[in-house]
């Protein structure tokens, strides 16, 4: 069997390795004509679906069944929302994530889907995680607490996930957990350009990125972002005049894997970049690949 496979690797009739197959999901906001022709997820898709080895799917939130109705047959999937995220149900972030958990499907949040019901539902379920991570005792009691809303926090709140853990004959009985807001106390859709720097030169996602490279025209978002500590950290990205964020986040959650990748706004050709593009080509390809390992 061996002799065999490889004379068919050496004549080139091995049977190549099956397309990653990906969702592009999009809440496809009007004013995303701004920028876009054809709505900003159908742009991404297009530029994905030039890629060798990507097989594409674009879906809209005004689809059937929110555009999830194929879900279970992809293995990546890349979300877009904005001012439509509450109208999202609870239970498919919690489908989506327990894809994620069992590493059936990796999911790519961009840009404002930090407030997208997938990209929360994960970031609450690493934060358990964590937590029992941090306080192993099989008698410790946990109370997660969910943010009130979508509201940002000021700049000299605490910072999400907290942990307040109460003693009692010198173990921890208890542990209060307010879960990650999954937002930053600043903002600006100014468009000034923003300065992006590799953190992690040797990951494949950043693979034939140019160490630092600019966006020409971005929106801005400033740190703290309250979410559960990244397992990797890709990129930070800066504005001239102020401003700064970890551009590029990866946290492993269960069997499967998260990114969150920053550059975006709907009214800026941010989709357009080849360096973001690339960014993106790469992120498909190396999670499609972990999620079939």
């Known amino acids: 069997m061996r002799t065999l496979l490889l004379l068919l690797l050496a004549s080139g009739c091995a049977t ?43 879906v809209g939130q005004d689809d059937p069944d929110l555009g999830l109705g194929a879900l279970d047959a992809q293995e990546v999937l890349l979300w877009w929302g904005h001012v439509r995220q509450h109208e999202v149900p609870d239970e498919v972030g919690k489908r989506i994530v327990e894809r994620v958990r069992t590493g059936k499907l990796a999911l ?33 009691k946990f109370e ?26 010198g173990k921890v009985s208890r542990v209060r957990v307010d879960l990650p807001n999954c937002v930053f106390p600043g903002v600006d859709a100014h468009g000034r350009p923003s300065m992006v720097t590799v953190t992690r030169p040797s990951h494949p996602i950043v693979k034939g990125v140019p160490v630092q490279f600019d966006i020409p025209s971005s929106e801005m978002y400033d740190e703290p972002f309250h979410v559960p500590d990244p397992d990797l950290v890709l990129f930070r990205e800066e ?39 690339r960014i993106l080509e790469n992120a498909v390809q190396w999670m499609g690949s972990q999620v079939r390992r």
Request: charged share 25%; proline share 9%.
């Open 16 to 58: 190549a390795a099956a397309p990653v197959k990906v969702l592009v999901w999009d809440e496809r906001q009007p004013r995303q004509s701004e920028a876009y022709d054809n709505f900003l997820g159908n742009e991404i898709a297009r530029r994905l679906g030039g890629a060798e080895g990507i097989d594409v799917v674009s």
């Open 108 to 140: 790519i949040a961009l840009h404002s889907a930090h407030w997208s019901v997938p990209f929360m539902e994960a970031m609450y379920a690493r934060t358990r995680s964590d937590a029992r991570r941090r306080f192993p005792d099989a008698e410790t």
């Open 144 to 169: 997660f607490v969910p943010p009130p809303g979508r509201y940002p926090p000021t700049y000299d709140s605490i910072v999400t996930p907290a942990y307040y853990a109460l003693m009692r004959r």
């Open 239 to 277: 504005w001239r005049g102020g401003g700064r964020f970890r551009g590029g986040m990866l946290w492993n959650l269960g069997r499967g894997k998260v990114f969150y990748f920053r550059p975006g706004h709907e009214t800026f050709p941010v989709f357009k970049d080849a360096n973001v593009m």
